[in-house]
C-alpha cells in the first residue's frame, strides 16, 4: 500500500490542500506532526496520572495509527544514507512540486522548508559560487544533499563518473585477463618483446600473408604453436612453414589439415629429422606410408589420434623408418595394438625415448612387456593410461629396471594403478634418474616412498609428479625432500591430504631451487605454509592451491609469484 507524505501546506482559513485524511487533520490541531516528533526530545507527561479526557483518549487512537509512517520512515533510513538515493529522490520530488507549483502558486514545499531551491528559483553553485536557475535535473553535491550544483559543475562531476566507470571497467578487464593467463599456464606480460608483438601480429593477420619468410625454425615452431591453440592452422596456413631446410616441424593441432595436405609434408619438407603431427584424425594409410619413404633422415616422431591408421599400417610404416627413430611417441590410438608393439620392437632397436599413452587397442601385456625386456637403449619412458591397470604391472617395471634402470632419467607411469611399492623399491636401481611422475597410483604408501628416497644414490630429482597418490603424506614428502630438496624445480603433491603446516615448515628451507608447487586438496595448506614457502624459496614462479580452503585473500604474495586457484579469488 503506498502512503503518501503531506506536503500540501494549510490556508488560514484552515482549508485542507493535498490528499490529506481526516485524521492528518486533526493531528495537525492538536500540532502533532512528524517534523515535530523527529526534531523535539522525548515528549514530557503533562498532568496527574488521574486525569483523563476525551482529547486524550483520541490522541491515544490517533497514535495507534502513526506506526504505518513510522514503519516507513524506519525502513528507509539506511537508504537516505546513499547519496545517489538521496539525490534521485530529490529529484523526482523537486518534479513533483514543479509540477504542482504551476497549478498552485502560493504552495510551499518541504524543500524550501529545509532550504532546498525549486525548479525556476536561483541559487548559488556549492562548488564555484555562481548564481544559476535551479531545474528539475540540477545535481546535488556529494558531500552536501542540500545544495545544488550549475550545469557546468554538473558536467564536470558526470565526466568525472564517466572516467571512474572507465577505470572500473578496464581493472575489470586486465583482471581478467590475468586470470586466463593464469588458468592457461601463462604470464601476462603487459609490455610484451618486440619479438613477441611481431609473431603475434603474424597470427592475428596469417590468412593475408603471402610468405613468413627466413625467421628461424624456434619462430615458426612458436607461430605454429600459437596458431594451433588459436585453432587457426589449416590447409592453407600450413604452407607457410615449408621449408626444404627445414629440421624441426611441429603441428600440434591438424584437426582443420586435410589428408593431400598431410602428404605435402614429405615433398617440402625432404630432410625433416623432428616432425610433430597432434589431432591428426584425418591422417590417413597412403599420407603415413609416402612420409615414411621421403623422410629419410627422421629420428623423432610425434603422433597422436592418429586413429584412421591400421595395425598393418603401422608395422609398414615401422619397416620405412623403424632403424633411424630415436624417438617415438604414440597416443590416443585404438587401432594400434601389442602385436604392433612388438613389431615396433624389433624394427626400432635404436629407441632412446618411448611413449606409449593411452593405447585402447592393447588389451594384453605383451606389448608392454617386450617393449620393457627388449629396449636396451632407453633413457625416457613413459607407459600411462593402459586400457587396463593390470597391464602394467610391478613384475614389469622390475623387468625394465633390470634392463636398462642405470641410463633411465626419465619415467612416468601415470594412471598405472596396479602398481604397488614393490615398484618402487626397484627404483633405487635408476642412479641417474631426473624426472619420475606416478600421477593416480593410489596403492602406493609412505613406508614405500621411504624405503625408496632414504639414502638413495642418485644425483637427485629435478621434476616429481605423485598428484592423487592419496595414502601419502607428512613422512614421505619430508622423505622425499631430504634426498632430492636441493635439486627439485617443479613438485606435485596433489590430494596428499595429510599434509601439516609443520612439515611445511620444515622442508620449505631446503628447497632453493623450487620453481613450481602443486598443493590442490591438501587440506592441512593454510596461509601460513603459502607464505613460508615464498620466503624461503627465491625462484618460485607458481602455486596452485586449488581445493585448499585454508589459503585465503590474507595470504601475502608477492609480484613474482602466481597463486592459481584460490578460493576467494573472483575475476
Not at 507527561?45 to 488521574?50: R, S, Y
Not at 581445493?547 to 590474507?554: A, F, S, Y
Request: hydrophobic fraction near 35%; proline fraction near 3%.
Amino acid at each position: 500500500m503506498r502512503h503518501y507524505r503531506h506536503r500540501a501546506a494549510v490556508t488560514g482559513s484552515g482549508e485542507v490542500r493535498g490528499p490529506n485524511s481526516a485524521l492528518t487533520e486533526f493531528l495537525k490541531e492538536q500540532g502533532i506532526t512528524r517534523r515535530r516528533e523527529s526534531e523535539e526530545p522525548e515528549v514530557q507527561e503533562v498532568g496527574d496520572q488521574g486525569q483523563t479526557s476525551q482529547t486524550a483518549i483520541e490522541l491515544s487512537d490517533g497514535e495507534n495509527e502513526l506506526p504505518d509512517n513510522e514503519n516507513e520512515s524506519s525502513g528507509s533510513s539506511a537508504d537516505e544514507d546513499d547519496p545517489d538515493i538521496v539525490r534521485i529522490r530529490n529529484l523526482a520530488r523537486r518534479k513533483r512540486n514543479w509540477d504542482e507549483s504551476e497549478d498552485d502558486p502560493d504552495m510551499t514545499s518541504e524543500e524550501e522548508i529545509k532550504g532546498v531551491k525549486n525548479p525556476g528559483q536561483s541559487d548559488t553553485c556549492a562548488v564555484c559560487g555562481v548564481m544559476f536557475v535551479v531545474t528539475a535535473f540540477s545535481r546535488n553535491h556529494k558531500n552536501d544533499a542540500l545544495k545544488l550544483l550549475c550545469y557546468e559543475c554538473t558536467m564536470e562531476e558526470v565526466k568525472k563518473e564517466k572516467e571512474a566507470k572507465k577505470r572500473d571497467h578496464n581493472l575489470r578487464k586486465l583482471r581478467k585477463k590475468q586470470a586466463e593467463a593464469l588458468l592457461d599456464q601463462k604470464q601476462y606480460i603487459r609490455v610484451p618483446k618486440l619479438q613477441d608483438m611481431c609473431i603475434t601480429l603474424i597470427t592475428n593477420h596469417i590468412d593475408d600473408v603471402e610468405a613468413l619468410g627466413d625467421i628461424g625454425g624456434e619462430n615458426k615452431n612458436k607461430i605454429s604453436r600459437i596458431l594451433s591453440r588459436n585453432r587457426r592452422l589449416d590447409s592453407e596456413t600450413m604452407k607457410f612453414f615449408f621449408d626444404t631446410q627445414l629440421r624441426s616441424l611441429e603441428f600440434w593441432d591438424c584437426s582443420n589439415i586435410d589428408s593431400e595436405s598431410l602428404r605435402m609434408i614429405g615433398s617440402f619438407c625432404p630432410n625433416l629429422e623432428e616432425l610433430v603431427l597432434g589431432m591428426c584424425g584425418r591422417l590417413k594409410k597412403a599420407d603415413l606410408l609416402y612420409l615414411g619413404e621421403k623422410l629419410k633422415s627422421l629420428t623423432s616422431l610425434y603422433i597422436d589420434g592418429a586413429f584412421l591408421i591400421s595395425g598393418d599400417t603401422w608395422n609398414d610404416f615401422f619397416d620405412l623408418v623403424g632403424a633411424g627413430l630415436k624417438e617415438l611417441t604414440i597416443k590416443n590410438s585404438h587401432r594400434i595394438s601389442s602385436e604392433n608393439i612388438v613389431y615396433m620392437c624389433e624394427k626400432c632397436p635404436g629407441l632412446e625415448k618411448l611413449v606409449l599413452s593411452r593405447l585402447e587397442g592393447c588389451t594384453d601385456s605383451m606389448g608392454y612387456e617386450m617393449a620393457a625386456l627388449t629396449l636396451g637403449n632407453l633413457k625416457e619412458i613413459e607407459l600411462s593410461h593402459p586400457q587396463n591397470e593390470e597391464l602394467v604391472s610391478d613384475d614389469l617395471i622390475s623387468g625394465l629396471i633390470s634392463t636398462c634402470g642405470p641410463q633411465l632419467k626419465s619415467i612416468n607411469f601415470d594412471g598405472c594403478s596396479a602398481l604397488t611399492d614393490k615398484s618402487l623399491s626397484t627404483l633405487r636401481a635408476c642412479t641417474a634418474l631426473e624426472s619420475l611422475s606416478l600421477s593416480h597410483v593410489d596403492q602406493l604408501t609412505d613406508n614405500g616412498v621411504a624405503s625408496l628416497f632414504y639414502q638413495w644414490e642418485n644425483p637427485g630429482l629435478s621434476e616429481i609428479n605423485m598428484r592423487k597418490c592419496i595414502a601419502l603424506g607428512d613422512d614421505s614428502f619430508s622423505v622425499l625432500v631430504d634426498n632430492s630438496g636441493p635439486t627439485l624445480k617443479s613438485v606435485s603433491v596433489n590430494s596428499w591430504a595429510e599434509i601439516s603446516v609443520d612439515t611445511v615448515k620444515t622442508v620449505c628451507k631446503n628447497l632453493p631451487g623450487l620453481q613450481d608447487i602443486d598443493l590442490g586438496f591438501c587440506k592441512g595448506i593454510n596461509d601460513e605454509c603459502i607464505e613460508l614457502l615464498i620466503e624461503n624459496c627465491p625462484l618460485l614462479q607458481k602455486i596452485e592451491v586449488y581445493g585448499d580452503p585454508g589459503v585465503t585473500e590474507n595470504c601475502k604474495v608477492g609480484d613474482n609469484v602466481k597463486l592459481i586457484g584460490r578460493m576467494s579469488d573472483v575475476v
